[in-house]
């Protein structure tokens, strides 16, 4: 479904009428001469996919649109779910994904891993991967199968969920209160610890990140919170995960972590932050000082070096740019490398996962060396930010890295965002490029206060 396209709701006869379309399409399933995973398809051109979610929004919701797609993907309830103890489980993950669904192109799981491997976020763990069990996407309302003995759980969950939808109301209520972790003194001396270990040459780069959590006066709806970001960005992977205990996550990310299919590989460095400017002239005086800034130069380069070191072994043709270029976003601008390959045949989804996570752009450089220091500087455990989420497809699969994001429980919402401190560094600097990146956020919640 388009993102353009204006909310529509269904009618009082259509609902019923797509239920029951779907439930006379499972009574007619024969499991003797079906070929599971079944999707069970019905035309539904009138329904909104986040007024339809907003509606099942108790009933695992989730939704996904890709950078390169209009669509959106909104799925509610759970066919089957994967669950990862460490992100070291990532191979095992996916191999049990693509034998749940065998051949089948249609259906994807969705869902991530944390950032470090551990299970910061209760309902969300280390890793999690959910196959929906309704799905509506380009106009289809999908109902998933995964085997004989899954038919009557099917027929139940399909009881639950809600046809009979209204149009979403995306408004929000008064900011009542923000807090930053850490807050600008606090910052200040990370920042200056970080640029301490940048000239001891324990590490060549580190990314530092902040929590802002703000507090409304009421209950903050997710669904609206992930339609806004999609209707107000471009560029960006916009995603809304809920799996549970009252939290979800959120965001619209511009990075591609990868995007595998069959072979080809395709993946991207971004690092190197500009605001938009407020009329051609100044946007292209700011792009043009981004491209000639030194420091933001030798951030980028760090990561594309990094991109070439983690894949040499793992392609047998890898092609990165060796100059950026601009990705202008509604309200930033960054530096751009493409990254693309041939894969070996040996490689897997997990292994590239495994690989490329986390990469210098939202961890740091060496790697090994920048990830303990995190921990250690960092007021707060990281969960899913700026880890790696996305789909699981029979034959291909994409990641984003979830920056820009952030965690809605009740009334709060926790904010993150990072910025990649090197040599040259500056604590001001630095602390307004994290503002500016999760004003994104901050402009459509009309939290500018």
């Not at 930053?180 to 530092?208: C, H, M, T, Y």
């Not at 509604?330 to 986390?358: A, I, N, W």
């Not at 994290?434 to 939290?447: G, M, P, R, Y």
């Amino acid at each position: 479904m388009s993102k353009k396209r204006t909310q529509a709701s269904l009618n009082t006869a259509e609902a019923p009428e797509l239920l029951q379309k779907l439930e006379q399409k499972l009574d007619q399933l024969d499991p003797t001469q079906a070929h599971f995973p079944i999707a069970i398809n019905v035309p539904a051109p009138q329904m909104d996919p986040w007024s339809w979610l907003n509606a099942n929004r108790k009933s695992t919701p989730i939704a996904w649109s890709d950078r390169d797609s209009e669509s959106t993907f909104a799925g509610v309830g759970i066919a089957a779910s994967v669950d990862a103890k460490s992100n070291h489980d990532a191979s095992d993950s996916v191999a049990l994904c693509r034998e749940i669904l065998r051949d089948n192109q249609q259906l994807r799981f969705f869902g991530g891993f944390s950032f470090d491997g551990t299970d910061a976020w209760q309902s969300f763990g280390a890793g999690k991967l959910v196959l929906p069990r309704l799905q509506l996407a380009d106009e289809t309302l999908t109902l998933v199968v995964v085997s004989e003995s899954d038919i009557a759980q099917a027929r139940l969950d399909l009881q639950s969920i809600c046809f009979d939808v209204e149009p979403l109301d995306t408004n929000f209520s008064s900011l009542e209160s923000r807090t930053d972790s850490p807050n600008f003194d606090g910052w200040q001396s990370k920042i200056d610890e970080a640029l301490s270990l940048i000239r001891s040459e324990v590490i060549e780069k580190i990314v530092l990140a902040r929590k802002a959590k703000m507090t409304f006066a009421d209950p903050l709806n997710p669904i609206a919170l992930a339609n806004r970001l999609q209707t107000t960005t471009h560029d960006c992977f916009v995603f809304c995960f809920g799996f549970g205990d009252q939290t979800t996550f959120v965001g619209a990310t511009p990075e591609r972590l990868f995007l595998r299919q069959e072979a080809q590989l395709r993946s991207e460095v971004v690092a190197g932050t500009r605001m938009r400017g407020s009329d051609p002239a100044e946007d292209e005086r700011l792009a043009i000082e981004l491209l000639t800034s030194d420091k933001d130069q030798r951030e980028h380069d760090i990561v594309r070096k990094s991109i070439r070191q983690r894949l040499h072994k793992f392609v047998d043709h890898l092609q990165v740019d060796t100059q950026a270029s601009i990705l202008r976003l509604v309200k930033k601008q960054h530096l751009r490398s493409g990254v693309q390959g041939t894969l070996k045949p040996t490689v897997d989804d997990g292994m590239l996962l495994k690989r490329l996570h986390p990469t210098p752009a939202v961890g740091g450089y060496p790697t090994e060396n920048a990830l303990p220091e995190i921990a250690r500087i960092e007021p707060f455990n990281r969960g899913w930010y700026a880890a790696p989420v996305g789909w699981i497809g029979a034959d291909r699969a994409q990641f984003a890295v979830a920056i820009r994001s952030g965690v809605v429980q009740g009334n709060s919402l926790s904010l993150f965002s990072g910025a990649g401190i090197v040599r040259g560094s500056d604590p001001l600097e630095e602390w307004q490029e994290v503002e500016n990146k999760i004003q994104d956020f901050v402009s459509v919640l009309n939290a500018d206060s």
